[in-house]
């Protein structure tokens, strides 16, 4: 019998998980995994809605750029029209009228509530950080900054940590650590820019389902149910915290070793 999932189940469950009022709520999901969901997509964003009310705000990536060469022009990317690719729940937020999305070709985010505006404004302001789509995507006035910022609740409904987009905020966070330390950060960007144009990769690439195991084990990141999915959380402060810590301290248990040699030719140049 398939079990039915209306905006009250999702309401309860994201705050059994945790979640309060005033909180923002950035998810990856699965509207199938939970069942049947009675309403559709916009249950699911009114529910959370109404476990952050009064004052919160629900949000998603919003991703248009799919690796194609079609999609590889950001002038083409038009923030109201572009398509998010990466499901029915996304692709339905971006359809909702209530809605705000950022202006980035490959990193978008879309929300609705209190501080959704907010949290899409000026996508491309501030200082840049270092990503293989563009230095804006993941920078210091994206709204991945934000989320980092504000601490928000990073959530998964029915899907793993292996679709988590913040983990490209931290392989960026990674890299930037490790130029801050070089001498001549410019010459040492060019180099990793050139180690990442083939396999074996020198981007700071990780298994971030493995990082979701330990996490869980740690009672950073705790899970519910929500129909028949499972609900999984974490605060997004600790999830970015934490996985700098956990793969600084094991880099080769972690990262690749091309990343690990430009790494060790950056310190060796300080030497």
Known sequence: MT?????LDVRDAFRHLGVTAGDIVLFHGSLSSMGYVLGGVTSVFDGILEATSPGGTVAMPSLWYN??????????????SSPSYI???SEGMRLDPRRCRSNHFSHAVSA??????????????GASRPSPWSDQAFGHGSPWQKLYDWDSWYCFIGVTMRVCTMKHFIEGELVARTLARSQNPTEARNLLNQNCTKAPYGWPYFNSERLQKILQESGHFVTTTLGSATLGGIRTRTLVNQAIR???ENPLDWLGTKFIEWQNNVTAQNA
């Open 87 to 89: 499901g029915a729940l």
């Open 3 to 7: 079990i039915q999932v209306g905006t």
């Open 112 to 125: 609705i509530g209190s501080r959704a505006a907010e949290l899409c404004a000026d996508h491309a302001s």
């Open 67 to 80: 690796g194609s060469e079609e999609r590889r022009d950001p002038a083409k990317f038009d923030v109201n």
């Open 246 to 248: 956990i793969i600084e």
